[in-house]
């Protein structure tokens, strides 16, 4: 029996980990199928506070594990396939063994969103890619694509003009959500181009494992053309890793955990932590800050119940 699984192993999770860990509560962290989260796939980050010079995200994220198991947290791979949160103890099916736990805290973050076409799910790893930190040195002088209207594609398109000879940047509107400044921005570096009211329909060739173009259309027009393309990077959002909660834990209709206040879910003993439940601000500093909180709350939790 545990007296605490922390469910994800990124900033949100790891700093749970460290507070709970100092606690005495000998904190179990179910690393998750993307273990480090969203920063083991990013360089340098500039704006954790305490790092003058900046810091390389997945050490940043493998120094706060670190720390956390210093003070006796245990970490285990693999990802939590079923739950059963209508009792306490709590259970929870990691990888076909189930586990026990007084509390939980959920912080198993966003996953890239995918477009969903046959060909770009067979091309991944093959051209396409949801990273464009991880796998843009790959694309040094070739054609680059990038999909999608927030900041992430802006910054993504001009992370990515630093390797490609020429960046495509493919948004299916004419408005961006991104924010002026990084929308200024690519517009004015002059590698990147911009199709707007565009989408894709197909990406080639999966017969030949590797990506060589793409299929759009004008949504405008019905206009559909083929395009030369050598790396394919979406940058269309994320999607809360909720699903195997679903029924039992309160969401919204994109499945972000609802929060009832601090760190609480509609299920006493069951925190939140993280980008899980934040869609607003989703940043290093922010998922730590609710990781700490979420573990002082288990801390009461418990000692309110005398354990
Ligand atoms: P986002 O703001 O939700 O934007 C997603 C974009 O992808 C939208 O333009 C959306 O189009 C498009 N999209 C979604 N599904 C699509 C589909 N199936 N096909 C084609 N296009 C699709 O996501 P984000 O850019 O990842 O940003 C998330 C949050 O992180 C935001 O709050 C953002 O400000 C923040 N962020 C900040 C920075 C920074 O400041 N340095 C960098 C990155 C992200 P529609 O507009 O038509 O819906």
Redesign the pocket.
Known sequence: MRNVVIIGSGCAGNTAAIYSARANLKPLVVAGHEAGGQLSLTTLVENFPGFPEGINGPDLVENMKLQAQNFGAEYLHGSVIDADLSKRPFRLNVEGEWIETLTLIVASGASA?W?GLESEQKLIGHGVSSCATCDGFFYRGKKIMV???????M?EANFLSRFGSEVTLV???EEF?A?KI?LDRARDNPKIKFLLNT?VEEIHDVSKQLVSGVRLRNRKTNEVWDQEVDGFFL????IPNTKVFKGQIETDADGYILSKGGARTNIAGVFHAGDVQDRVY?QAITASGAGCMAAIEVEKFLEAEGH
Do not use: F, N, P, T
């Open positions: 969103r477009l999909i999608g209207g927030g900041d992430s594609a910054e948004h299916r509107r959500r924010s990084m989408v940058a269309i959002g994320h989703r």
